[in-house]
């Protein structure tokens, strides 16, 4: 079940989508977390950041609508209250990043390096939710090829530590932003981030979420995913960590066929908090049961004839 993913070593190919799965210790009462292939934190920010204002989570018929605006207690507070757990339990741990230039995402990542707060870095290039002026009147970082490849050598210029770029699928082709990524130096690739969406309540009128737009995780966009990684896989040499609607082990083994070397959980987490765990196992059966010997043989092995 081990993998090696651009030089980061997981003991199995399933981690957690960012945000969904806190800091790792909020899911201590559920399960072991250190029994996933690594934990994802929640996107850390130079400064603590409230998101937005409520109404900012609805459920939808397939999965939910977010826009909680990168909540998070900031990278101080994360070393020093959330790292602990995660060390003690032997946990591998990718460390989200969220900045608003090149230069903050360069200053976490060099920060987490000397810390020792993360195995990994996952450069969020694709929050939908969070509108700042400072981000020079482009909502995604990761809509702009050029200004991909700019974020992603800040980031490597900064740590030796494996950095994966996290790509919106709010895009006409993901193999641009993809190739930009994989020739500014990244390592791997993390696919997708939510889809933008919006609900408006009929009685009141009002937009659902106070952000009016946010993004849609879950099952309905699964079909979407899959569909992303298999272009991108077919782009880039470097390994991609699948998520998008991930709630059961067979579900994982479509982002592996189609070619993602790992995959994460993300909100099904929510409606049965040991979702992840219950991949790995179902993973280990599903392998068991084909014959397969080395997990990695399914990665992009979808038979096409
Ligand atoms: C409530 C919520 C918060 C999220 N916060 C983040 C975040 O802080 N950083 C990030 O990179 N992705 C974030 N995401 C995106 C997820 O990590 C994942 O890419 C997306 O939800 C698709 O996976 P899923 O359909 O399995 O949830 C968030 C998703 C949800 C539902």
Not at 123 to 139: E, I, Q, Y
Not at 143 to 157: I, N
Request: charged share 20%; glycine share 10%; net charge neutral.
């Amino acid at each position: 079940m081990q993998v090696n993913i651009g030089g980061l070593v997981m003991k199995n190919p399933v981690t957690v989508g960012s945000g969904t799965f806190g800091y790792g210790q909020e899911y201590d009462r559920y399960f072991d977390v250190s029994r996933l292939g690594a934990v994802t934190v929640k996107s850390l920010s130079l400064q603590p950041r409230a998101g937005n204002r409520p109404p900012r989570l609805v459920e939808t018929p397939a999965g939910m609508l977010n826009a909680i605006g990168l909540q998070n207690v900031g990278i101080e507070a994360y070393l020093r209250d959330k790292l602990p757990f995660l060390r003690e339990r032997g946990c591998t741990v990718i460390g989200n990043i969220y900045g608003y230039s090149p230069e903050e995402y360069a200053q976490l990542a060099e920060i987490l390096e000397r810390e020792g707060g993360a195995d990994a870095i996952e450069a969020n290039l694709s929050c939908p939710n969070v509108h700042d002026a400072k981000t020079r009147g482009c909502k995604l970082v990761s809509q702009s090829p050029e200004r991909v490849a700019e974020y992603t050598r800040a980031v490597k210029a900064a740590t030796r530590l494996p950095v994966f770029i996290k790509l919106s699928p709010n895009v006409m082709d993901i193999t641009e932003p993809a190739l930009a990524a994989e020739e500014a130096g990244a390592d791997g690739l993390s696919l997708i981030n939510t889809l933008l969406g919006m609900g408006i309540d009929p009685e009141t009128r009002r937009p659902i979420l106070s952000n009016i737009v946010g993004g849609l995780s879950g099952p309905a966009i699964r079909p979407v995913a899959v569909k992303m990684v298999w272009d991108a896989a077919r782009a880039v040499r470097i390994p991609i960590i699948g998520m998008g609607g991930i709630c059961t082990a067979e579900d994982a083994v479509q982002f592996l066929l189609a070619g993602a070397s790992a995959v994460a959980v993300g909100c099904a987490s929510f409606r049965r908090p040991d979702t992840a765990l219950r991949v790995v196992e179902g993973l280990e059966a599903y392998c068991a049961r084909q014959g397969v010997a080395d997990i990695s043989e399914l990665v992009g092995a979808m038979k096409v004839d």
